[in-house]
């Protein structure tokens, strides 16, 4: 496995007005790792992926995706971005949605064919997003994020709104996507299923860092990873 670092957050402070949401937080990410990004509510999981996609800036510290500021157009060439909430373009089809998203990042709009019929989406392909139920636009939502196959890839609660069959099935689709994942989720079993790793931070910085396997050892053996994991948050509050 390569060495190289794909993310890295280096002591970033941001704020909303009054609000420090970041503060002074500091990961990085080896290329081809996926790593769960868990955090009470508010801890800044939402605002750490956006800045890694450059869509806000921080007030003092780096972001870099592979050694590039996120905004650099070869680094948007090979990210892909689920935001939470995900809001597709909503007076236009499924179709058109998918088309329009191809041509921007120059791709055949084939490449997302596959996805669209694994998620059953095609019954939908000339539905307007504002006909679909929260569910089917997430799986587009998915379609977009993921149709160019990025090689590093950040998604914020990848399966909220998803059916459990839908779960499985993108839960499959993501674990062959990306060879670098950063997925922010408040689900367990998704985040232990599609990652190996764990950042948890709380009030805007890291305050654990470990793998599955470490959460699972400090529980009892029939404690399920919930009950370990919300321990774990509480005993950092405040502290990091
Ligand atoms: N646009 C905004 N304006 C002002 N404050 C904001 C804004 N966005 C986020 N915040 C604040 O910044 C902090 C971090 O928010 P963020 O959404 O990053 O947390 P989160 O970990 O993703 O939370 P959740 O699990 O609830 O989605 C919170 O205190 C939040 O209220």
């Known amino acids: 496995m390569s060495s190289e670092v794909c993310i890295e957050v280096s002591n970033v402070i941001k704020r909303y007005g009054a609000v420090t949401a970041l503060s002074g937080l500091t990961f990085s990410i080896p290329c081809g790792q996926k790593f769960a990004l868990l ?74 064919l596959e996805i669209v019929e694994l998620l059953d989406l095609k019954k939908y392909w000339n539905y307007k997003v504002s006909q679909l139920s929260q569910g089917n636009m997430q799986k587009l939502s998915i379609v977009l994020a993921i149709m160019h196959r990025p090689s590093i890839l950040l998604m914020d609660e990848p399966l909220n709104y998803l059916d459990i069959p839908t779960q499985e099935a993108v839960i499959e689709i993501l674990s062959k996507t990306a060879s ?32 599955f396997s470490d959460i699972r050892e400090m529980g009892r053996e029939d404690e399920p990873i919930e009950s370990i994991v919300a321990k774990l948050m509480r005993e950092m509050h405040g502290t990091g």
């Open 39 to 112: 955090g009470p509510n508010g801890a800044g999981k939402s605002t750490t992926l956006k800045l890694l996609m450059g869509f806000l800036k921080p007030d003092s510290g780096s972001v870099k995706i592979k050694g590039m500021p996120p905004y650099d157009v070869e680094v948007r060439k090979i990210t892909g971005y689920l935001p939470e909430n995900a809001q597709p373009y909503r007076t236009m089809s499924v179709k058109d949605n998918i088309q329009y998203v191809a041509a921007l990042r120059g791709i055949d709009v084939t490449q997302a």
């Open 180 to 211: 670098t994942m950063l997925v922010s989720t408040h689900i367990m079993s998704v985040a232990g299923r599609l990652t190996d790793n764990i950042i948890m931070i709380n009030g805007g910085q890291v305050v654990w860092k470990g793998t």
